[in-house]
């Protein structure tokens, strides 16, 4: 196995790993500092809404979602080769981190995504660094905004789809 497959291997680990620390945190954060967050940053108050109404069910099966995802772009960058959607996905997640660093940030105090966060850079910057070793800059530009959209639609979709087991789930 050779550096870059090594990389491409860990994906779904360490997507997963993270995902653990918001299936897990999430609920009681936002209820404990949802109404804050809410108050302090107006733009997110919807965003804390949803996250209030979701139950950790509902947001595991959102996760399931988006690991069943990475579990076939990593298997179809191994076997295939198509590392361009492997890229797309791998770069739409480190935005992803930085935005909750970003958050981190802004907030200033503990946020159940910080821990892994943080602890995926180094996974985040060698990912990088093979990808701009081995790639041309133009296909990563194309990867990375295909994957910043496949992202944000992605993410609408499995917000859709939680709410909605949560409905199904109460009847």
Not at 71 to 85: K, M, R
Not at 125 to 135: A, P, Q, V
């Amino acid at each position: 196995m050779n550096e870059l497959e090594l990389i491409v291997s860990l994906f779904p680990i360490v997507f997963m790993l993270h995902e653990f620390e918001e299936i897990i945190g999430f609920k009681t954060w936002v209820i404990k500092d949802g109404l804050w967050i809410a108050k302090k940053y107006p733009k997110v108050a919807k965003q804390i809404s949803i996250y209030e109404r979701l139950s950790v069910p509902a947001f595991a099966l959102a996760v399931l979602e988006e690991f069943i995802l990475i579990g076939i772009v990593t298997a179809l960058a191994l076997t295939l080769q198509w590392y361009s959607v492997w890229i797309a996905v791998f770069l739409g997640f480190s935005l992803h981190i930085f935005i909750h660093i970003g958050q981190w940030m802004m907030v200033r105090k503990y946020i159940p995504i910080i821990i892994t966060s943080l602890l995926s850079l180094p996974y985040i910057f060698l990912g990088t660094h093979k990808i701009f070793s081995e790639f041309s800059l133009s296909m990563i530009i194309t990867c990375f905004v295909i994957g910043t959209i496949v992202l944000i639609v992605n993410l609408r979709f499995v917000h859709k789809l939680a709410l909605r087991y949560d409905k199904i789930r109460k009847k």
